[in-house]
């Protein structure tokens, strides 16, 4: 309990509070995961928002895998379709080629034009891939973006620029088979435009859950 104080003390009273009030949604997510080791870091992660105890987050971090990439979970194929929401330099589409070498296309979304540069860069002489300055969204519209490379880039009512955003059902007319979002918060809005895709395509989901303290309950 040495730890909490790393924690606001307003933030920390907020977490204790809707973990109190969301017990049972907690209790059906953990029964819904397939392995214990899910189910040890959805504890964990429940235990350091409770205690602000670092420790619990030790206890769930990956050290054997690239993130995204738990080879134990995730098996992926030559035909692999994977869709890279928040693409940023092109980290993780890298990092699905190291773990996996073979796919079928990958589309990468980053809305940031100098990152989207940069990831193109970085993945020159890969084959069938699609990029898309676009962001992805629960509709087809225009968003205000906030270009902040140090603490990533968000859609904001006061955005420096604006941005272009998509649906990822109308956007891909292909079938996809892994779909990575890391978007600043609008992962839920992204997963709205994308249910046609993940009704009907059944596609892998690695979905980040950090950037609002209900999506941990919302997003699955």
Do not use: W
């Amino acid at each position: 309990y040495s730890s909490r104080k790393n924690l606001d003390n307003y933030t920390f009273r907020n977490s204790i509070d809707f973990i109190k009030n969301n017990i049972e949604e907690f209790n059906n997510i953990s029964n819904l995961l397939g392995d214990e080791r899910s189910k040890s870091t959805l504890a964990n992660t429940m235990m350091y928002r409770l205690s602000g105890n670092t420790q619990y987050l030790c206890n769930s971090m990956e050290r054997q895998h690239d993130q995204y990439f738990d080879k134990d979970l995730v098996h992926c194929t030559s035909e692999e379709i994977f869709v890279d929401c928040g693409g940023y330099i092109g980290d993780s589409s890298l990092s699905y080629i190291k773990n996996f070498e073979k796919y079928k296309s990958m589309y990468i979304y980053e809305p940031d034009d100098q990152l989207l540069s940069t990831a193109k860069e970085n993945l020159t002489g890969y084959k069938n891939i699609h990029y898309s300055s676009k962001g992805v969204y629960s509709s087809n519209t225009t968003l205000s973006f906030n270009n902040k490379h140090d603490a990533g880039n968000q859609f904001s009512e006061n955005g420096e620029s604006s941005v272009e955003v998509c649906m990822l059902d109308t956007d891909i007319k292909e079938k996809v088979s892994f779909i990575k979002m890391d978007i600043e918060g609008s992962e839920s809005a992204a997963i709205l435009g994308a249910q046609s895709h993940i009704k009907n395509d059944n596609p892998k989901l690695a979905i980040c859950l950090y950037h609002y303290e209900e999506d941990i309950i919302k997003i699955p």
